[in-house]
Structure formats: structure tokens, C-alpha cells
């Protein structure tokens, strides 16, 4: 009970258990990170080089995997997912 509403609240709703192995599949873009320049090649405008990436996750499982990207493009990270998980089965849910 809530001491000051005086209000009983219910039970969360029941949510169904992820059963299937990589049925549904995060995907979520990390980054930037920058990277030192000292003793690496710069970019040709001085920039400071900066990393990408794409972590993937099976929400079932916990397991993790992350890809560097080169470009923020919707078809690059579809080439991604279908070359790390195309062997795996189709997904429900991505």
C-alpha cells in the first residue's frame, strides 16, 4: 500500500519468457568513441579519428556482439545482420 495515496496498487502484467535463441535481436549504434592519433595516421583534414559501432543483442540469452561500422546507412547494417546471423535462422523480430 502507498502511504500517501492509501492506494493498493496491482501486480505488473506478466511478460512471456524469450524462449527461441536469437528470435528477436537488438540492435543498437555505439559510439562515437575517439581514437588517440599519437603514433596512429591522421585523417587528412586533422580530424580526430572517431569509432563506430553496432551492438547486437539476443535478448534471450544475454549474448553480445559488437561490429565495427564504417558508415550509418540502414542496407550496411542489414548486410551486417544477415552476414552474422543468416546461418542462425530467420528472425522473428529485429
Same mark, same amino acid.
Request: hydrophobic share 40%.
Given at each position: 500500500?502507498?502511504?500517501?495515496?492509501?492506494?493498493?496498487?496491482?501486480?505488473?502484467?506478466?511478460?512471456?519468457?524469450?524462449?527461441? &535463441? /536469437?528470435?528477436?535481436?537488438? =540492435? #543498437?549504434?555505439?559510439?562515437?568513441?575517439?581514437?588517440?592519433?599519437?603514433?596512429?595516421? %591522421?585523417?587528412?583534414?586533422?580530424?580526430?579519428?572517431? &569509432? /563506430?559501432?553496432?551492438?547486437? =543483442? #539476443?535478448?534471450?540469452?544475454?549474448?553480445?556482439?559488437?561490429?565495427?561500422?564504417?558508415? %550509418?546507412?540502414?542496407?550496411?547494417?542489414?548486410?551486417?545482420?544477415?552476414?552474422?546471423?543468416?546461418?542462425?535462422?530467420?528472425?522473428?523480430?529485429?
Amino acid at each position: 500500500m502507498c502511504p500517501l495515496t492509501k492506494r493498493n496498487y496491482g501486480l505488473l502484467p506478466e511478460k512471456e519468457a524469450e524462449s527461441e &535463441l /536469437w528470435e528477436k535481436l537488438c =540492435i #543498437d549504434l555505439i559510439g562515437p568513441y575517439p581514437i588517440p592519433t599519437k603514433g596512429h595516421k %591522421k585523417t587528412k583534414d586533422s580530424t580526430p579519428l572517431q &569509432l /563506430w559501432a553496432m551492438a547486437m =543483442i #539476443d535478448p534471450a540469452t544475454g549474448w553480445i556482439e559488437i561490429k565495427e561500422i564504417t558508415t %550509418k546507412h540502414a542496407d550496411f547494417f542489414a548486410n551486417v545482420v544477415l552476414e552474422k546471423h543468416g546461418l542462425r535462422g530467420i528472425l522473428d523480430q529485429v
